[in-house]
């Protein structure tokens, strides 16, 4: 199957500081990727959709400007979480489609801890 | 709007027992149904998906079949195994899995040997 790698897999930062995530498809090309959060003990709540050369198009409730995504070519979309706060503390998914599958693949996530 | 709801865990079993965990929906249309499962340490794993009425898919053991006179898509197996343990989600979305998913909560199930 396809592989979708996450980097880091782990963060801690002070807050008030930015955190960049990366999310690559390593043997396929996607322009469709997918941002999620998970809190413990709870379900993976969508973010966002990243759409390659476009905007991301957003869940309600979630703040564009604190959450910054980008879908710079299709294997790669990076989410940024600005300005980061004790409550953005979480595991943080991103998944990718994959046409020959028609099947959307997982990364590992990224914890996130601010400080 | 769209949601999943599906049993609580944790589930304890020992080896060889069998399993079921349910899974009801609710949607708008037709959705497909998937189940995937977390396996310590690591992504979601797609485990097996369903995406008409009465479809069952299947996979390393696990049956599940989609009702939609009952809206559900209960997870089953006959006889599991230690490595089974993991966390295991159902999920639905509105065509082949190209759309956002919804998740359920998630159902953590742990295997005795």
């Known amino acids: 199957g396809a592989v979708v790698s996450q980097h880091p897999s782990w963060v801690i930062c002070k807050s008030g500081t930015s955190v960049k995530i990366e999310c690559r498809s390593l043997?396929?090309?996607?322009?469709?990727m997918f941002w999620y959060r998970q809190f413990p003990k709870q379900s993976l709540m969508l973010m966002a959709t990243?759409?390659?050369?476009?905007?991301?198009?957003?869940e309600q409730g979630v703040e564009k400007d604190k959450f910054l995504i980008n879908h710079a070519s299709l294997t790669l979309s990076t989410l940024t979480v600005t300005s980061a706060h004790p409550e953005d503390s979480s595991f943080y998914i991103c998944?990718?489609?994959?046409?020959?599958?028609?099947?959307?693949?997982f990364g590992p996530g990224t914890r996130l801890t601010v400080l | 709007g769209d949601s999943v709801t599906q049993m609580e865990g944790p589930v304890t079993l020992s080896e060889e027992a069998f399993l079921t965990i349910n899974c009801t929906y609710t949607?708008?249309?037709?959705?497909?149904l998937f189940w995937y499962v977390q396996y310590p340490g690591e992504g979601l794993q797609l485990l097996l998906k369903?995406?008409?009425?009465?479809d069952k898919g299947s996979n390393k053991g696990f049956e599940a079949t989609y009702r939609k006179e009952t809206t559900s898509f209960h997870l089953e197996k006959g006889s599991v195994q230690v490595s089974d343990s993991a966390v295991y989600f159902c999920?639905?979305?509105?065509?082949?899995?190209?759309?956002?998913?919804?998740f359920g909560t998630g159902t953590r199930l742990t295997i005795i040997p």
């Open positions: 990243s759409n390659e050369g476009s905007k991301a198009t957003y």
């Open positions: 999920a639905l979305s509105a065509s082949f899995g190209n759309e956002k998913l919804t």
């Open positions: 949607a708008t249309g037709y959705p497909s």
């Open positions: 043997d396929f090309q996607a322009t469709t």
């Open positions: 369903a995406t008409k009425a009465d």
């Open positions: 998944s990718a489609i994959q046409g020959t599958y028609n099947e959307q693949f």
